[in-house]
């Protein structure tokens, strides 16, 4: 009856990273559903007036696909959705719902960022780790105004992503707004197809192991679990986990990976307006290394991310440093409708296992460090820093052990 746990990535993935899942409408419509309709005969009345108006008089009325009934039908329902002012509950045809499943096994067609909705403003979540998005400088907390000279200021994430969305190697225009620049920015990028490897492993000064995610997917925890195997046979003294610029993904995937640090308790609390809607996952007992661990994280590090490092932070696993996270923790829930349609409904809020909650917050590290990421580690002050406090984690272990 319920799909599984699924968790937004901060809003809209360009090419669309979604995630959210938890009850399934039911398929079978009772006899006397009239009743429940939310809306009065008269109103009813207006909606097919207003359909017979524009079929009657508009001036391209009677060109081809100008006048769809599935069309308005959807137009109607995106409206009915968007009513209520969330811009993580939203409505999703059936094709594109059918591709955010597919984006789900990480890889789609598109320029690789995630993006989500404030205040009728598009705000970059974060570019996804070497995508072309990454290549050309997008930032954590830039602001989507044109794309391709269309002002898009107002528009709901869906529609700027139908609007960044087209085929491999055609470029798109996006005109940016960045804090403490006073100019528009623009970027002239190329889509890609975007294959997302959700972790990587990178061996730094010998014995430290460097940990990337990049998002939660299908694949991460088995990618995880692999990857500190072969960090170990390499003789790893400690894990730097790097969870910058990590939009989220898929909630069931982060409390696999969390049970990768830490051996039972609870990974993250939810909390809603029915009884169904509020519950606590907990970590699995037995998978956790034992080796230190530092984190680190920034404004794009968010939704599942902030999950992760929220429980590191509370069960006192790791050190957690950076700045402070993007401050998405609602919990969307898929309903599925009849027609291959669905809705997605923000039915909870997270919070971390001290019961902090993260949605609108964002988490706040133990060592709070300024900067940006570099692709020269030797510059990149938040990973230096998380390099010091690891080797002090380290020695103090070996310390213990004598």
Partial sequence: MFNKYRDVALGIVLGLMVAAGIYMTPQAISADWPKGLPFSSQQLAII???????????????????????KMYYGAMKGLVSSVG???????????L??????????????????????????VIAPIENTPADRVGLKPLD??????????????????????RGPAGKSVKIGVRRKNEEKLLEFVIVREIIKIKTVRLEMLGGRTAYIKINQFNLKTDAELEAIIKSAKAKKATGILLDLR???????????????????????????????????TLYAVEGRA????????????????????????KDHKRATIVGKKTFGKGSVQSLFNLPDNSGIYIT?????????????????????KVEGEITKEKIND????KGLEILRKEVAKKKKQAK
Avoid: W
């Avoid at 990590?246 to 993250?268: A, K, M, R, W, Y």
């Fill in 98 to 123: 059918e591709e955010e499943n597919l984006e789900m096994e990480g890889e789609y067609g598109g320029l690789g960022i995630y993006i989500t909705s404030r205040d009728g403003r598009t705000i």
């Fill in 245 to 279: 610029n990590n939009p989220g993904g898929l909630l069931n995937s982060c409390v696999d990976v969390t049970s990768q640090f830490i051996s039972g308790g609870v990974v993250v609390g939810m909390k809603g307006r029915f009884e169904k809607a509020n519950d």
């Fill in 347 to 367: 039915i909870a809020r997270y919070t971390t296992p001290s019961g902090f909650v993260i949605d609108h917050k964002g988490l706040e590290p133990n060592v």
């Fill in 289 to 312: 290394t034992k080796l230190p661990v530092v984190a680190l994280v920034n404004e794009g590090s968010a939704s599942a991310a902030e999950i992760l490092a929220g429980a590191l």
């Fill in 381 to 384: 002050k938040q990973l230096r």
């Fill in 86 to 96: 969330d811009p993580f509950t939203r409505f999703v045809e059936p094709k594109e």
């Fill in 48 to 70: 097919k007036q207003t359909k017979l108006a524009l079929e009657t008089y508009q001036v391209d009325g009677d060109k081809k696909g100008t006048i769809d009934d599935t």
């Fill in 143 to 164: 602001e989507i105004v044109k794309v391709d000279e269309k002002n898009v200021i107002g528009m709901t994430s869906d529609e700027v992503v139908k609007l960044l």
